[in-house]
């Protein structure tokens, strides 16, 4: 079955910092990827996704993420962090042509001012 | 955003009682989901709809029906409710991109007393 898995429950981190949050999935053929960001008392929004190409693909708001087959790997990164990345971070998984999304159980970003 | 609507946006019900849940969508998307968000399990699928009509379960139906009598509409009904389906409800439909992104209503907070 396919899954996904969020390494870091919860991160704290100061503005300015340097922020990568990691995704593994586990699935062995095509896989489209997303990232999602929930602001505190919002519903999901879309923060980028990758289906075919260049393996590293930039989202809204600075964020970026990086496809590493290899690994079945789809980690987040954002050079510099602000107060307002403040949120919780869902990485997620639609595998084949499945008409489903698979999600990961989220990472609570706290970005210190 | 996606035009999604969900209502009502809060509710509070006492245990046993049917509860109803709408989504409505203004732009003619095939496919809707309902998920459950709770603290630490992240979002998992209840039901889904692929067309008028047509559904699925998804992993953790077990309480709940759905219903969609028309493309915009998709409702979940929790036939006689218990406090553990206390939880925030998220509508979704699958983006016409291709990849199967999903976009998300703004939730229903459901609690049962």
């Known amino acids: 079955a396919q899954s996904v898995s969020q390494h870091n429950h919860h991160v704290i981190l100061s503005e300015a910092a340097s922020l990568e949050l990691g995704c593994n999935y586990s699935y062995g053929g095509t896989v489209n990827l997303f990232w999602y960001v929930q602001y505190p008392g919002q519903h999901l929004q879309l923060l980028l996704k990758?289906?075919?190409?260049?393996?590293l693909v930039k989202g809204i708001k600075g964020f970026e993420a990086e496809f590493i087959k290899s690994k079945f790997s789809f980690n987040l990164r954002k050079p510099s962090v602000q107060w307002s990345d403040t949120a919780e971070y869902f990485c997620?998984?639609?595998?084949?042509?499945?008409?489903?999304?698979?999600f990961g159980k989220g990472t609570r970003l706290h970005i210190l001012p | 955003d996606a035009g999604i609507t969900q209502s009502p946006r809060h509710k509070v019900t006492e245990t046993g009682t049917p509860v109803t849940l709408r989504c409505h969508q203004t732009?003619?998307?095939?496919?809707m989901y309902w998920y459950r968000q709770d603290p630490g399990h992240g979002l998992r699928l209840i039901h889904y709809?692929?067309?008028?009509?047509?559904?699925d379960k998804g992993e953790v139906s077990d309480g709940y029906s759905v219903s969609r009598s028309k493309t915009e509409d998709f409702l979940l009904t929790l036939e006689s409710a218990t406090s553990s389906q206390t939880s925030v409800y998220f509508c979704a439909i699958r983006g016409t991109g291709g990849y199967g992104e999903q976009y998300f209503g703004p939730g229903t907070r459901l609690t049962v007393t």
């Open positions: 709809s692929y067309g008028v009509k047509d559904t």
């Open positions: 732009e003619n998307h095939r496919y």
């Open positions: 990758y289906f075919s190409g260049d393996p």
């Open positions: 997620a998984v639609n595998a084949g042509r499945d008409d489903k999304i698979i």
